[in-house]
């Protein structure tokens, strides 16, 4: 009769073991791999250094992330600007593209010799990537929006 117990109770036990340490938790279940996060990472190549190595008084970007139809979500502000830094940032889950509007006046210029303008190129953003934009002095810079 004890051997029939004690069976009883080694097969309880080799079943609770097997049943429970199989199992997974939710640390053990891998995360996914891809974010579905769209950021854009914003580089200025353009030098923006004045006389005396001081920064431009009146140097800025705004980054507007608009939606499909252009339509304007949320802005991002950098100012000042240093060249060759990066600033990246999450856009809005609504944002299908981000238009740049830049505006460079030198601090020590008598006749103002501001550039002011927008961009005029759209950058695009999709889920789960980096959108790269990189305004040069090649960079075509307009009145009006794109």
């Known amino acids: 009769m004890v051997r029939k117990i004690s069976r009883g109770l080694l097969a309880s036990l080799v079943c609770s073991v097997l049943i429970f340490g199989c199992t ?47 339509s304007k979500i949320k802005n991002n502000k950098i100012e000042p600007i240093e060249k060759g830094k990066e600033y990246t940032f999450t856009a809005d889950p609504h944002a299908a593209k981000v238009k740049v509007y830049y505006k460079h006046k030198p601090m020590y210029s008598s006749s103002g ?22 305004i040069t002095g090649e960079s075509v810079i307009g009145p009006t929006e794109p």
């Open 113 to 134: 010799g501001s550039t002011i303008g927008w961009i005029q190129q759209v950058f695009y953003l999709e889920k789960g990537k980096n959108a790269k934009i990189t």
């Open 24 to 70: 997974k938790d939710k640390e053990d279940v891998p995360k996914e791999e891809t974010s579905n996060e769209m950021t854009y990472t914003f580089q200025s190549n353009i030098s923006l250094i004045t006389m005396e190595g001081i920064t431009p008084e009146y140097s800025y970007v705004m980054l507007f992330e608009c939606d499909q139809e252009g």
